[in-house]
Antibody
Framework: QVQLQQWGAGLVKPSETLSLTCTVHGGSLSGYHWSWIRQVPGQGLEWIAEINNIGITNYSPSLKSRVTISVDTSKNQFSLKLTSVAAADTAVYYC??????????????WGQGTLVSVSS | EIVLTQSPGTLSLSPGERATLSCRASQRVSSNYLAWYQQKPGQAPRLLIFGASSRATGIPDRFSGSGSATDFTLTISRLEPEDFAVYYCQQYGGSPSYTFGQGTKLEIK
């Protein structure tokens, strides 16, 4: 059974960098795409970025200038960095796996979520 | 970017009733690449439907999806108490990004 375990700082100061990491347990990174998605409390879901095991990336146009997604296959992990954060970046951040073939872009496994607050 | 609009915003029904949730896209969704998720408070979303009408593994058959192009529907045939939650549609056919609807809250009447 695939499980995604994520961690990172829950409080980040304005203008600093948000960093989160997601470890995949019970499965390999290989062959899949892996994404980060966020949700402002009480609001909807926003896709941020995706990466595959060989490092091919795709970013949301609205966040592209501030986001970096990376992968470490030796640790079965992928990570998110979001620079120059502001209060509007306060959200629950989720890591997620995308399915294969016709399910590429469908999020079938999710991490537990990390609430990241941006505040001084 | 494809914008998804869900309606109604809130749906109040009783257990045993039928629920019909709508998702409308601002432009045609390629290959009917439309998914539905259920989210309960404090939990991550759970995949229900992909490809507009295919149920994900382990999803009860009271959940069904239909539609094509710009108009999609999630139907729950007979509501169980555990079905009251927020439901999101998501398109994955548009490049370069995936987008979600704003959600429909299904609450107990």
């Amino acid at each position: 059974q695939v499980q995604l375990q994520q961690w990172g700082a829950g409080l980040v100061k304005p203008s600093e960098t948000l960093s989160l990491t997601c470890t995949v347990h019970g499965g390999s990174l290989s062959g899949y795409h892996w994404s980060w998605i966020r949700q402002v409390p009480g609001q909807g879901l926003e896709w941020i970025a995706e990466i595959n095991n060989i490092g091919i990336t795709n970013y949301s146009p609205s966040l592209k200038s501030r986001v970096t997604i990376s992968v470490d296959t030796s640790k079965n992990q992928f990570s998110l960095k979001l620079t120059s954060v502001a209060a509007a970046d306060t959200a629950v951040y989720y890591c997620a796996r995308e399915g294969l073939k016709e399910m590429w872009g469908v999020f079938d496994y999710w991490g537990q979520g990390t609430l990241v607050s941006v505040s001084s | 970017e494809i914008v998804l609009t869900q309606s109604p915003g809130t749906l109040s029904l009783s257990p045993g009733e039928r629920a019909t949730l709508s998702c409308r896209a601002s432009q045609r969704v390629s290959s009917n690449y439309l998914a539905w998720y259920q989210q309960k408070p404090g939990q991550a979303p759970r995949l229900l439907i992909f490809g507009a009408s295919s149920r994900a593994t382990g999803i009860p058959d009271r959940f069904s999806g239909s539609g094509s192009a710009t108009d999609f529907t999630l139907t729950i045939s007979r509501l169980e108490p555990e079905d009251f939650a927020v439901y999101y549609c998501q398109q994955y056919g548009g490049s370069p990004s995936y987008t979600f609807g704003q959600g429909t809250k299904l609450e107990i009447k």
